[in-house]
């Protein structure tokens, strides 16, 4: 029993300290980008095209090959891009669609190499980790050859004003295209060169703030001459667009916008009309309401001194009816009082007659 101990503790023991030493000895994790070691930033990613074949090659990903411990576990999550294990080949075709955020790779000590791409021209990034060692690769897309025309009108304008537009132009990814030449026509009015058809290039740059003339990556504005009232229709296009690759939204080779120039001051004029006629209305209506209070007025005082004669009127008769009721009282008690003393003395009377009656037997009275 002793000696089974002490091979347990021995063999524990000698497992305790593999273990220390496999830890100690562990190999940091190596990455490299594109074969490069990784020294990408947030301000220096590394760059590649966005995939507008639609097909996920070498042309439109950044390799990242990560060099760990056999048996250990790499992650590469990312955030902003997309993530392959391969890349496209016939019998397994890779599309746009086909990446995802986050992949893990059992090391087998030789470098495992993950896949990037982004659809986006803002700066995405790929965190890879192993254990306790992890470094952030930071990619950024490069936008494609323009898909697609837009354009963006006033809402309204006002005779005699000279109103602008823009234009722009995006990949089929939505990412702005710099130095496009798109051709404007105008219909209902003209530039203010007074040419009703002109070529505008993209900006190349977003100006800084508080920067004039203000400047949109990917956009152009165009400025009108003096309209007069009616539509303005503005018709963009493109010829220099392709078909987009299969799999991928069609592409928008024009755009047309329409909006109306109104005579504002005449409007002004007439609802200025309105609105002293509106005036006028009320300042009558004032007034009517106004006489028609004080009539209410006057018919209200003379009811309320019908009122009080009346009142008064009903309190003096009351008064002189309650007078007469204390007389015809007072004139009742003295009558009861007569009548009761008339009786009592016919009474009296009566019993003397009746007593001679009877002596001299003559007739009884009654009463």
């Known amino acids: 029993m002793n000696v ?44 590649v095209a966005v995939p ?48 995802v955020s986050s992949i893990s790779v059992t090391s087998t000590g030789v470098a495992s190499t993950v896949y990037a791409y982004t659809t986006s021209t803002t700066v995405g990034s790929v965190t890879i980790t192993n254990g306790a060692y992890s470094t952030i690769v930071y990619i950024k897309g490069t936008a494609g050859v323009a898909a697609n025309v837009a354009l963006t009108v006033p809402s309204s304008a006002a005779v005699n004003t000279a109103p602008t537009f823009s234009v722009s132009a995006t990949d089929v990814f939505g990412n702005p295209v710099a130095s496009e030449a798109i051709s404007v026509t105008l219909i209902g009015a003209t530039f203010s060169d007074a040419s009703i058809t002109k070529t505008l290039t993209t900006s190349s740059v977003t100006s800084a703030a508080g920067v004039t003339p203000v400047t949109v990556l990917g956009s152009a504005t165009g400025t009108l001459s003096a309209v007069s009232a009616g539509t303005v229709t503005v018709v963009a296009t493109d010829s220099s667009i392709a078909a987009t690759s299969v799999g991928l939204p069609t592409a928008v080779k024009s755009a047309i916008a329409t909006f109306s120039v109104s005579d504002l001051s005449g409007q002004i004029t007439l609802l200025n009309a ?42 003096a008769a009351t008064t ?47 009463k």
């Open 274 to 315: 309105q609105v002293a006629s509106l005036t006028a209305q009320l300042a009558s209506a004032n007034s009517a309401l106004a006489t028609a209070q004080s009539a209410l007025a006057a018919d209200k005082a003379a009811r309320a001194s019908d009122a009080a004669s009346a009142t008064s009127a009903l309190n």
């Open 4 to 47: 089974t101990k002490k091979i347990a503790i021995a063999t524990a023991a000698a497992l305790a300290i593999f273990g220390v030493s496999t830890v100690a000895h562990a190999t940091p994790l190596a990455v490299t980008v594109a074969g490069s070691a990784n020294t990408t930033t947030s301000a220096a990613p590394a760059t």
């Open 320 to 366: 002189a009816l309650t007078v007469e009721k204390a007389a015809h009282v007072a004139d009742n008690a003295t009558n009861t009082a007569a009548i009761a003393t008339v009786n009592k003395s016919y009474l009296a009377l009566l019993a003397k007659y009746n007593a001679l009656a009877k002596r001299f037997r003559q007739p009884q009275l009654t």
């Open 52 to 99: 507008t074949s639609n097909v996920i090659d070498s042309s439109n990903t950044v390799a990242l090959a990560a060099t760990a411990d056999t048996g250990t576990v790499v992650s590469f999550v990312a955030s902003g891009v997309k993530l392959v294990s391969a890349l496209n080949t016939t019998l397994a075709p890779v599309s746009s669609t086909s990446g």
